[in-house]
Nanobody, 116 residues
Framework: QVRLVESGGGLVQPGGSLRLSCAAS????????MGWYRQGLGNQRELVASLTSGGRPNYADSVKGRFTISRDNALNTMYLQMTSMKPEDTAVYYC??????????WGQGTQVTVSS
């Protein structure tokens, strides 16, 4: 059974950068559009970036120009490079299929906190 494990979160100052990783337990990514979601305190979970199996990215307006999504199918890993980070980027970040998430694939997520 496929599992997705997110990592790379932490505390970063405004304007800083972080890179998140999403590792799949099997050869899972290559055939799917995958995405990064986030859920801030008191907010609904939102899709912030996605990447088709053909390599076409799409970004929410709130992160466009600051976040970059990528994947390495050989390593079964997806990444989210976050730069010029803002306090409003504070959230738990998750990976899953996109634009429709697969409920059984939700993992623990990784906490990102942007604060001085």
């Amino acid at each position: 059974q496929v599992r997705l494990v997110e990592s790379g979160g932490g505390l970063v100052q405004p304007g800083g950068s972080l890179r998140l990783s999403c590792a799949a337990s099997g050869n899972f990514f290559s055939g799917y559009t995958m995405g990064w979601y986030r859920q801030g305190l008191g907010n609904q979970r939102e899709l912030v970036a996605s990447l088709t199996s053909g390599g076409r990215p799409n970004y929410a307006d709130s992160v466009k120009g600051r976040f970059t999504i990528s994947r390495d199918n050989a390593l079964n890993t997806m990444y989210l490079q976050m730069t010029s980070m803002k306090p409003e980027d504070t959230a738990v970040y998750y990976c899953n299929t996109a634009p429709i998430a697969t409920p059984r694939l939700w993992g623990q997520g990784t906490q990102v906190t942007v604060s001085s």
